[in-house]
């Protein structure tokens, strides 16, 4: 029975991960990085410090009881593929998949958090055939929004050009300070989803891309505004999902008139969430990862390891 574990120590979470290639199952323990209340994130010596304890228990519960013989390791090694990409999070991860290969005497892959990102979202819509297609991704969360053309690479499994990005602030950012405006936890996304579900109120939006290129700060100061005007923390909620919807609809709108119709796949956390999903969904015909895929995970490590080694 071929079993792959991937781990990824992303700015977000810790996360360890097994596949049955045979059964074509995943198993997953992780565990948000734990951020003070009214704070946006970690330094890197806070996420590194919190990777290096949290690793053990996410590997314990991982493989709990059972004997697991394992016949590779995938592992997240930067953030993207891309010169000057780096994180020193991403070497408590490294670190451990090196560890585990010595010792167990098996290859250990590496690769970027995005192509993860990518590889999760396959693996989670089951269309891990687009490996040996030319798509179109999204990577949307706390530090990326991403348009990417993506095109079959026998090393690296993909390779990626960007069609276009934000240009300020990104689509996670953005959340998760209208979310702190209206006092919610960080990370914000689910409990500003909850608050946006309350809201009736329609928008019309046209965001103005550069390029490909959008710019989110503006919806910062929009948010703000609204919360300084007395309007209801429903309503501005609603207003700024709506706004990251329209924007990445212009986005994709672009990179199709730009390259062609082909198929699409969304990921990342910012794209687990409901409204914008549905919206997209009713516009394009488009791949999703599940909500557990969506947001940082192990499982595209695992997938990227087991296609590395023939198994998928």
Do not use: W
Not at 8 to 33: G, H, R, V
Not at 114 to 127: D, V, Y
Not at 267 to 290: C, N, P, Y
């Amino acid at each position: 029975m071929p079993i792959y574990l991937g781990v990824d120590t992303s700015n977000y979470t810790t996360s360890t991960a097994l596949i049955d290639t045979e059964k074509m199952e995943a198993i997953q323990c992780k565990k948000l990085l734990p951020v003070k209340e009214g704070e946006l994130g970690l330094r890197q010596s806070d996420a590194v410090f919190h990777h290096t304890k949290q690793l053990p228990e996410m590997v314990s519960a991982l493989f709990g009881n059972k004997k697991i013989s394992l016949d590779a390791i995938g592992v997240s090694v930067r953030p993207r593929n891309i010169e000057g990409s780096y994180m020193p999070c991403f070497l408590c991860g490294e670190g451990l998949a090196d560890s585990l290969g010595a010792v167990n005497k098996i290859s250990v892959h590496k690769t970027s958090h995005q192509i993860g990102h990518i590889l999760a979202a396959l693996f989670s819509s089951q269309k891990l055939e687009l490996v040996n297609e030319k798509f179109i991704a999204f990577h949307v969360s706390g530090g990326t929004t991403d348009c990417l053309l993506v095109t079959p690479d026998k090393e690296k499994v993909f390779d990626i050009t960007e069609i276009g990005s934000s240009l300020d602030i990104k689509a996670g950012q953005a959340i998760d300070r209208t979310g702190l405006m209206l006092e919610l936890k960080f990370p914000c996304g689910k409990e500003l989803e909850k608050l946006a579900a309350m809201s009736d109120k329609k928008y019309k939006l046209k965001p103005m891309l550069k390029n490909g290129n959008c710019c989110l700060s503006g919806l910062e100061n929009k948010c703000r505004k609204m919360l300084d005007d007395g309007e209801r923390k429903e309503d501005i909620a609603n207003y700024c999902l709506s706004f990251i919807y329209s924007t990445i609809y212009e986005m994709t709108k672009f990179a199709l008139d730009r390259y062609g119709n082909m198929p699409i796949v969304y990921a990342g956390g910012v794209m687990s969430d409901k409204l914008i999903r549905d919206k997209l969904l009713q516009k394009f015909d488009a791949f999703f990862a599940e909500p557990d895929f969506s947001c940082d995970n192990a499982v595209g490590t695992a997938v990227f390891a087991a296609i590395k080694e023939n198994a998928l």
